[in-house]
Every structure is written in structure tokens, then in C-alpha cells.
């Protein structure tokens, strides 16, 4: 039994802390199945209807708990790419040259050193630099069999597009 389904945050059965505890452990259950899939970065839409649908757990909830998560320096962290917020749940810091790569891959899939360069004028080799970082953190699959070039693919938007 899961037991968010026993909760009805309006009628208080329970402490109301409570519901948010086990909110929390259902995030740390979700982010520790799909971190292979996704690279520790999950939107916050996949979140609440893939795993919470058919629960009593709203974005503001879910906002609450990865909120008290926090305390736990284990990464969870919320953002936002172009209006969507995410969950990172990974202990690695996104920095600003991460978030504009995942924010060119959230139109196309996928970032390359030729995007890079001709979308934000980076150099070849801190473009490099910073798409191998990602890809040793997870946050980036390569695919070499791209007829031009290297790409590198945001795992979360492969599987948003299943």
C-alpha cells in the first residue's frame, strides 16, 4: 500500500508533516529509479503525473518536501529551462554553462560544440570541456554515430519522448 494514498491533507487524519515525510521518501524512491535513465534530472510535469498521478499531491507539495530535502546534501535542488521547473538530484552543482546546455537541448534533444559555439560563442574547448563534465556526471549520453558530429543527448528528453 502506498502510503500517500491514505492521506487527505484537507480532513488531517494524520499529522500533516507526515504527508510531506512521505512525499519526500516517494521523491528519493523516484530519483534513485530513474537516475540511469534521466541523469538525476527530472521535470517537474514527469514527476507529478508519471509518479504521483492519481495521489493527493500537488505541485506545491511536491515543492515543500524537495524543499526539506535540502537539509540532507543530497542534491535535490529545483530549477528552471525556459518557464518548466526540474528536479535535480544529483550532489553535483549545476552551473550556469550546464543549465544553458540543458536549456539548448530542451528544443532539440540534444547539444553539440557546433551548437554551442553558434548559439552562445564558446570556444571548441570549453565547449568540450563542459559537454565531457556533463557526460561524467550523467547528465549527458554521446552518441557518435551522428553523421556530422558528436551529440550529446539529455537522457530526461529521450524518455519524455517515448
Same mark, same amino acid.
Request: proline share 2%; glycine share 6%; aromatic share 10%.
Given at each position: 500500500?502506498?502510503?500517500?494514498?491514505?492521506?487527505?491533507?484537507? $480532513?488531517?487524519?494524520?499529522?500533516?508533516?507526515?504527508?510531506?515525510?512521505?512525499? %519526500?521518501?516517494?521523491?528519493?524512491?523516484?530519483?534513485?529509479?530513474?537516475?540511469?535513465?534521466?541523469?538525476?534530472?527530472? !521535470?517537474?510535469?514527469?514527476? $507529478?503525473?508519471?509518479?504521483?498521478? +492519481?495521489?493527493?499531491?500537488? @505541485? &506545491?507539495?511536491?515543492?515543500?518536501?524537495?524543499? @526539506?530535502?535540502?537539509?540532507?546534501? +543530497?542534491?535535490? $535542488?529545483?530549477?528552471?529551462?525556459?518557464?518548466?521547473?526540474?528536479? #535535480?538530484?544529483?550532489?553535483?552543482?549545476?552551473?550556469?554553462?550546464?543549465?544553458?546546455?540543458? $536549456?539548448? %537541448?530542451?528544443?532539440? +534533444?540534444?547539444? &553539440?560544440?557546433?551548437?554551442? #559555439? *553558434?548559439?552562445?560563442?564558446?570556444?571548441?574547448?570549453?565547449?568540450? *570541456?563542459?559537454?565531457?563534465? @556533463?557526460?561524467?556526471?550523467?547528465?549527458?549520453?554521446?552518441?557518435?554515430? *551522428?553523421?556530422?558530429?558528436?551529440?550529446?543527448?539529455?537522457? !530526461?528528453? @529521450?524518455?519524455? &519522448?517515448?
Amino acid at each position: 500500500i502506498d502510503p500517500l494514498s491514505l492521506f487527505d491533507k484537507d $480532513e488531517h487524519l494524520f499529522n500533516l508533516n507526515d504527508f510531506y515525510y512521505e512525499v %519526500c521518501v516517494k521523491v528519493i524512491e523516484v530519483c534513485r529509479q530513474t537516475k540511469d535513465k534521466n541523469g538525476g534530472v527530472l !521535470s517537474f510535469d514527469e514527476l $507529478e503525473k508519471g509518479f504521483f498521478k +492519481g495521489l493527493k499531491v500537488e @505541485m &506545491s507539495d511536491l515543492e515543500k518536501s524537495i524543499d @526539506m530535502l535540502k537539509t540532507l546534501d +543530497g542534491g535535490f $535542488e529545483i530549477f528552471e529551462i525556459r518557464g518548466k521547473k526540474f528536479l #535535480r538530484s544529483v550532489p553535483n552543482e549545476l552551473t550556469n554553462d550546464h543549465t544553458k546546455i540543458l $536549456e539548448i %537541448c530542451s528544443i532539440l +534533444g540534444y547539444g &553539440s560544440i557546433s551548437l554551442l #559555439r *553558434a548559439n552562445l560563442g564558446w570556444t571548441v574547448i570549453r565547449s568540450r *570541456a563542459v559537454l565531457i563534465e @556533463m557526460v561524467a556526471n550523467g547528465l549527458l549520453w554521446i552518441d557518435e554515430q *551522428a553523421d556530422a558530429e558528436t551529440l550529446y543527448w539529455d537522457p !530526461s528528453w @529521450m524518455v519524455r &519522448s517515448l
